[in-house]
C-alpha cells in the first residue's frame, strides 16, 4: 500500500514538472553513461593513423572505457561496434579480436552494426535497449573507422557488367531506389540546390567552422575525450590532425567545384576530410552504476531514426529531430546545445558540424558533447546525423557532471 502510494504521489510531481525538469529527474532504472573516450581523429591516407589497423584503434578506445569508469572488465556484458565500411560484416572477427587484446574476457560478447554514418549511435541506442529491457546491466557502444583501409571506392556494386550484375534491373528501375547509389557529393548538391544555397555561404561558413575548431584545439579542449593510439613502430598519435589552419573564405572560394563540375557548389573545400579513428561509450543501469561506486557522467533519454529521400540524404537531422522532439515531449528551447554531423556544408548550414568518420561518428560525438557540456556546465544536448541511401538519426542525453 505505502509503495502503491508513494508511486501515484511520484506520478503526481511529475505531472508538474515542465518537459525538461522531467528529462533532469533522476530514476534507479535510467541508462548512465560511466565513460566515453575517442582516439584522435586523422585524415586517412595521410594522417597519423593512415598506418592503425581497425582492431588496433578498437582495442586502445575500449581498453580506455573500461579503464576510465572503473568497472571491472568480466562485468562488461556486450558490446556493439559500429562500422560502415569495414569487410565481414562490419569486422565482426576483428571487433571480438580487438575486445580480447583490450583485456576484456571472452565471457564478453560482441556484436557489429551498420547504419552507415549513425552506425556508432546506433550501437549506443542498441546497447542501451539492452539496458532497458533487463538484458544487461552494463555495455559498451562503439564506433571505428578507418577510410584508409576500407574507402568507399575499394567496394562498388557492379553494375551493367555481364553476369556480374550485383543489384537487378529492375531494383535499378525504381528512381528513389537507384538514388541509393548516388555519390554523397552529389546529394550535397541536391540540398544546396533545393534550399537554395549559394557557393560563397558554403565557404563561409566552412571558413568559421575551421576557425572555431583551430581555437578549440589551442584552447584544449578536445584533448580530455582523446586517447593516444601507438603504433606498430611506437610512435604515439594524440592529436587530430585534419584542421586546415589558415583556411580562409577568399582560399576557398578559388577552388573548383568536384562532384559536378558545371554550375556545382561542393569542393574539396566546404566538404570534410575522410578520417580514421575510433570511440567508445560505456553504459549502465544507475542502480548498478551507483552499486559498483562507477562514474556517472549523464544519462540517456531517447534515440530515432527516420527516413529521407536518398537524394537529399543530407537532410536527415531535419527530419530525425522532430521526431526525437515528439518522443520525448521536448522542444527546441529544452535543449541547451546540438552536437550535429554532416559531411558538407551545404548540408551543414541547415544545422552546424561538419566531419565525417563513418561508423565511429555516432560515439565520438557523444565524448565531445559530454566534454564540452561539462566545461560549460550545459545539461541538455542532443547529437544527430544524416545517413547515407537516406536517413537521419538523433539522440538525446542529460549531462550530470
Do not use: W
Request: hydrophobic fraction near 45%.
Amino acid at each position: 500500500m505505502a509503495s502503491r502510494l508513494s508511486q501515484i504521489a511520484s506520478h503526481l510531481t511529475s505531472a508538474s514538472l515542465t518537459p525538461r525538469e522531467k528529462l533532469l529527474l533522476q530514476s534507479p532504472d535510467d541508462v548512465v553513461i560511466c565513460a566515453s573516450v575517442r582516439t584522435p581523429l586523422t585524415k586517412a591516407r595521410k594522417g597519423g593513423l593512415a598506418k592503425a589497423s581497425v582492431d588496433l584503434m578498437l582495442a586502445t578506445v575500449l581498453r580506455e572505457v573500461v579503464k576510465r569508469s572503473g568497472v571491472e572488465a568480466a562485468l562488461v556484458e556486450d558490446i556493439i561496434v559500429g562500422s560502415v565500411l569495414t569487410p565481414g560484416g562490419g569486422g565482426a572477427s576483428l571487433a571480438r579480436m580487438a575486445a580480447l587484446a583490450a583485456g576484456i574476457p571472452a565471457t564478453t560478447s560482441i556484436a557489429t552494426t551498420n547504419r552507415q554514418c549513425a552506425s556508432g549511435l546506433q550501437a549506443v541506442a542498441t546497447v542501451a535497449a539492452a539496458i532497458r529491457s533487463g538484458q544487461i546491466d552494463i555495455g559498451i557502444g562503439s564506433g571505428v573507422e578507418s577510410m584508409t583501409l576500407y574507402h568507399f571506392d575499394r567496394y562498388k556494386y557492379r553494375v551493367g557488367t555481364d553476369g556480374l550484375n550485383d543489384i537487378a534491373g529492375s531494383t535499378l528501375a525504381i528512381q528513389e531506389a537507384a538514388d541509393c547509389l548516388l555519390p554523397m557529393g552529389l546529394t550535397s548538391e541536391n540540398v544546396a540546390s533545393l534550399y537554395s544555397i549559394p557557393r560563397s555561404r558554403q565557404d563561409a561558413f566552412s571558413a568559421q567552422s575551421t576557425a572555431k575548431a583551430s581555437s578549440s584545439q589551442d584552447a584544449g579542449f578536445f584533448v580530455s575525450e582523446i586517447v593516444p593510439v601507438t603504433l606498430a613502430d611506437g610512435t604515439v598519435v594524440s592529436t587530430d590532425d585534419g584542421i586546415r589552419r589558415g583556411t580562409t573564405e577568399a582560399a576557398l572560394g578559388k577552388l573548383k567545384p568536384v562532384f559536378k563540375p558545371e554550375g556545382g557548389s561542393t569542393t574539396a573545400g566546404n566538404a570534410s576530410q575522410l578520417t580514421d579513428g575510433a570511440a567508445a561509450v560505456l553504459l549502465a543501469r544507475r542502480s548498478k552504476a551507483m552499486e559498483l561506486g562507477l562514474p556517472i557522467l549523464g544519462k540517456f533519454c531517447g534515440f530515432v531514426s527516420a527516413g529521407v529521400p536518398p537524394k537529399i540524404m543530407g537532410v536527415g537531422p531535419a527530419y530525425a529531430i522532430p521526431k526525437l522532439f515528439g518522443k520525448l515531449g521536448i522542444d527546441k528551447k529544452d535543449v541547451d546545445f546540438f552536437e550535429i554531423n554532416e559531411a558538407f556544408a551545404s548540408q551543414a548550414i541547415i544545422f552546424t558540424n561538419i566531419c565525417f568518420t563513418g561508423g565511429a561518428t555516432g560515439a565520438r560525438q557523444i565524448a565531445t558533447a559530454m566534454a564540452h557540456a561539462k566545461r560549460t556546465g550545459e545539461k541538455v544536448f542532443v547529437t544527430s546525423m544524416c545517413v547515407g541511401s537516406g536517413m537521419g538519426c538523433a539522440a538525446c542525453f542529460v549531462s550530470e557532471q
